[in-house]
């Protein structure tokens, strides 16, 4: 039963996350659902991104701007903030990333979790 609960609070997180994303109009948001998959790290990784630097924080803070608003959390770890292209926000079981769109490209986030259960959300 305990781990329903977790389920639900990241599946809630995570939506928060895609909130505060499209506040700031993130581009190409996908949520990797990747708790079906036994090495996984965390229940979602959320990947976005955007054309400049200035961008890519504004999203960082919108999302948690969003999250603590809603659930009191703020990141366990935040990486990136200093050169902001590719900003990681990790709430445990809800990681997020955000590129600028180069960097999105050369790493391939999706590709790597290609197991993982993707949904697209639209940009605000």
């Not at 903030?81 to 590129?99: K, P």
């Amino acid at each position: 039963m305990v781990k329903h609960k977790a389920i639900n609070e990241s599946t809630y997180v995570s939506e928060l996350v895609i909130h505060g994303i499209q506040e700031k109009k993130g581009n190409e948001i996908v949520r990797l659902d990747l708790r079906n998959i036994h090495s996984s790290v965390a229940d979602y990784f959320v990947v976005c991104h955007a054309e400049s630097s200035t961008q890519v924080r504004a999203i960082a803070s919108s999302v948690e701007e969003e999250v603590y608003k809603a659930s009191q959390q703020s990141p366990a770890r935040m990486e990136g903030l200093e050169h902001a292209e590719w900003i990681i926000l990790d709430y445990v079981d809800v990681v997020v990333h955000i590129f600028k769109t180069d960097k999105r490209e050369f790493y391939g986030i999706e590709e790597l979790w290609g197991d993982a259960e993707m949904k697209y959300f639209k940009s605000a």
